[in-house]
């Protein structure tokens, strides 16, 4: 006998996972919101002095980010910051684009889950520090991200023995990734073989999912990306936003590569994967369109049985991609 779920008859059935698993994903997601509560609410846009304290504090919180003595920090002709995570003998590298709203994170913020990216897949990772907003509002992050990714694509064979390249990111860095591979995809066609697009936001003019999500606290809400967008692009209104220079689900997608998009049931930005996903097979591409039933935005942050599991297809994924 079949048990039901919230989510028969649900539109997105057939990219639904993880669903045996609901219930600890819902759980966690009703502790994470009762803890939220818990914390001061923030109004209206961030003066400098809060923006830098909350760096800080994400910074040297309770659990802050452990840079692994295996990576190591690189500047870039031109300037750009990154930091490497090689496995040694790489069959190919990844192109890492961090989250955090174009305001916050950092290419050390994710040593260790890069360095298991990086053994897994067997890629050397290459992570971008990108200038943050608000005081490098676009396009900064998104030249950064694109002369990262042309610097590879010319000295990747010399520098890692390879010319199989891929992109990834998460969050913002999503955005990021597709702004990159757009800006790429006239004059170096085909030099990312596959893209991993984790809970990414494609439309800053704002999607229905976003619009309608409301003040729930889980990590991102209506309110938190209106805000990210002010501070990313301020002074534009929706109507500005639908320029593909900033929102890539308005862009032309044709001649893009094969992509993965994964994200959360309960993630406000759950109508921008599911778009883009359309919009970019409708230009002819392949897009794997994969939605985790209950989970949040920026869901792969915490210890959970659908984080061990994306993990693993993420790995998957990019084990494969681009041979």
């Known amino acids: 006998m079949t048990t039901a779920t919230p989510f028969d008859g649900h539109p997105l059935r057939e990219h639904l996972t993880d669903l045996d698993c609901l219930d600890e994903t819902l759980a966690f997601n009703r502790a994470f919101e009762r803890a939220a509560a818990t914390r001061p609410a923030r109004r209206g846009p961030l003066d400098p002095d809060t923006l830098a304290r909350l ?16 990576a190591r920090d690189r500047r870039l002709p031109g300037g750009v910051p990154v930091r490497v995570l090689d496995p040694g003998a790489p069959e190919g590298v990844l192109l890492h684009l961090h989250g ?13 889950r890069l360095w298991e990216l990086a053994r897994r897949a067997r890629l050397a990772v290459v992570s971008v520090d990108y200038r943050l907003a608000p005081e490098h509002p676009h396009p900064a992050g998104p030249d950064d991200c694109e002369a990262a990714a042309r ?27 597709v ?53 990313y692009s301020p002074g534009t ?14 862009a032309d997608l044709t001649g893009l590569p094969p992509a993965r998009l994964v994200v959360g049931t309960e993630d406000p930005l759950l109508d921008d994967s599911v778009l883009l996903a359309r ?17 949040m935005h920026g869901f792969t942050l915490y210890p959970l049985t659908v984080t061990t599991r994306e993990r693993r297809r993420e790995s998957d994924f990019l084990t494969a991609a681009g041979r």
């Open 55 to 70: 760096r800080r504090n994400r910074l040297g919180g309770d659990t802050p980010p452990h840079r692994l003595p295996q």
């Open 100 to 112: 955090g709203g174009w305001a916050f994170g950092s290419a050390d913020g994710q040593d260790e």
């Open 151 to 177: 610097w590879l694509a010319a000295h990747a064979e010399a520098e890692f023995g390879t010319r199989r390249l891929l992109i990834a990111g998460e969050s913002a860095g999503a955005h990021l990734a």
């Open 179 to 231: 702004l990159t591979l757009l800006r790429l995809r006239d004059d170096l066609p085909g030099a990312y073989r596959a893209a991993h697009l984790a809970f990414g936001p494609y439309d800053l003019a704002m999607t229905p999912s976003q619009r309608d999500f409301g003040d729930r606290l889980l990590l991102s809400n209506t309110r938190s990306l209106q805000g990210s967008y002010e501070m």
């Open 237 to 250: 209104g929706p109507g500005l936003r639908r320029d593909p220079a900033l929102s890539p689900l308005y």
């Open 279 to 295: 919009r970019w097979r409708a230009a002819g591409g392949t897009a794997r369109l994969d939605v985790v039933a209950g989970a």
